[in-house]
């Protein structure tokens, strides 16, 4: 699925719904006793994966298609026929019943042509993929005094980590086993994953910063910073710093997605050197749950 994923931004670049960044907390929702329920592989006669789609507890759903697939309406059905189906089972099996929701970006008329005749309709959340070059000489800004980043312990900082994400992000509610997996992720590199604390050691801020070496591509997320603490310039430090650092290792582009009705964060994201490269709309469709077998 990484690989997939990493194809697909060398060949359509910010237009990928998924990086292998947030690939690691979307697979963190995911049931691991029965993966096969919530996640759907497509595969061409080589065997190789195409098309990956991601249902989650609340009914967002992912669908990624290799960009280099033409006539791509055919799967996006079979796609939609597969997680329909799956939205069927699960709420016969106690799951509570949608709404459907399905990321289809602004430019994307096929999936949006698609979704509508099968009774989606756009309206729902949005979100702006931001963009911004990566340069090794990001890494010359400062925190301000009396504050240290540091990479996060992934045995130590755990816990830490997970009170200050909940305290920062209202929803989802992340667990200390969650978040455990999604730092366990084969391809998490420490050295971006940063905290700012205090001389009392104190996390006031954190950034996690994940590399797709093959496209060259670094995503942030999350990126949080409590509130006493705002506007002090410490979370741009912090993610100038990871993208000076990634940099070094080869990243030429920095990308972070904002809900579009965040107006503090995309203001964040601006000041931080971002441009906003491609909008996302959820369509979605609500299911009558007498229709669930
Ligand atoms: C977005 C967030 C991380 C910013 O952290 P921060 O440490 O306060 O940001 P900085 O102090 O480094 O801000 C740098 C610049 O960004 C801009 N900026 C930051 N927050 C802003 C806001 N709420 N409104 C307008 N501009 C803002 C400003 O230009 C600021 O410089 P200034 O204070 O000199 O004017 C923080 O507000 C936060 O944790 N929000 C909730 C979680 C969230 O939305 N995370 C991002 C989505 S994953």
């Known amino acids: 699925m990484a690989a997939m994923i990493a194809a697909s931004w060398l060949r359509a670049g910010v237009e990928t719904q998924v990086h292998v960044g947030n690939l690691a907390w979307r697979l963190a929702s995911v049931d691991l006793a029965k993966p096969y329920d919530d996640i759907g592989l497509w595969s061409n006669s080589d ?3 195409v098309a990956i789609a991601l249902v989650y507890e609340s009914y967002p759903i992912d669908l990624l298609i290799d960009p280099d697939l033409d006539d791509v309406a055919e799967l996006l059905n079979a796609m939609l026929d597969w997680t329909e189906a799956r939205w069927r ?3 016969a099996a106690g799951r509570p019943a949608g709404p459907f929701r399905v990321g289809c970006f602004d430019t994307d008329g096929l999936r949006g042509a698609v979704l509508r005749r099968r009774g989606y309709a756009p309206g729902g959340r949005g979100y702006i993929r931001f963009g911004r070059e990566a340069h090794a000489a990001d890494a010359q800004a400062k925190l301000p005094d009396g504050l240290r980043a540091r990479a996060i312990d992934r045995a130590a ?6 009170d200050l994400h909940n305290t920062i ?3 989802p509610v992340l667990s200390v086993d969650d978040f455990r997996r999604v730092i366990g992720a084969p391809w998490y590199r420490s050295e971006l994953g940063l905290i700012a604390e205090d001389g009392s050691g104190e996390v006031v801020a954190f950034a996690l910063g994940w590399i797709d070496p093959v496209g060259g591509v670094i995503e942030f997320e999350p990126v ?3 509130f006493a603490w705002r506007r002090r310039g410490i979370t741009r430090a912090l993610l100038h710093e990871i993208i000076g650092r990634a940099a070094s290792q080869g990243a030429t582009m920095a990308t972070v997605t904002a809900r579009s009705d965040n107006t503090g ?3 964040f994201y601006r000041a931080t050197g971002f441009e906003s490269r491609v909008s996302e709309s959820e369509f979605t469709r609500s299911f009558d749950p007498a229709d669930a077998v």
Do not use: Q
């Not at 900082?157 to 997970?162: G, H």
């Open 157 to 162: 900082d755990v816990e830490r980590m997970v």
């Open 224 to 226: 949080g910073c409590l």
């Open 169 to 171: 992000f209202d929803s």
């Open 47 to 49: 065997g190789r994966v």
């Open 89 to 91: 089972a699960a709420v």
């Open 265 to 267: 964060t995309i203001e």
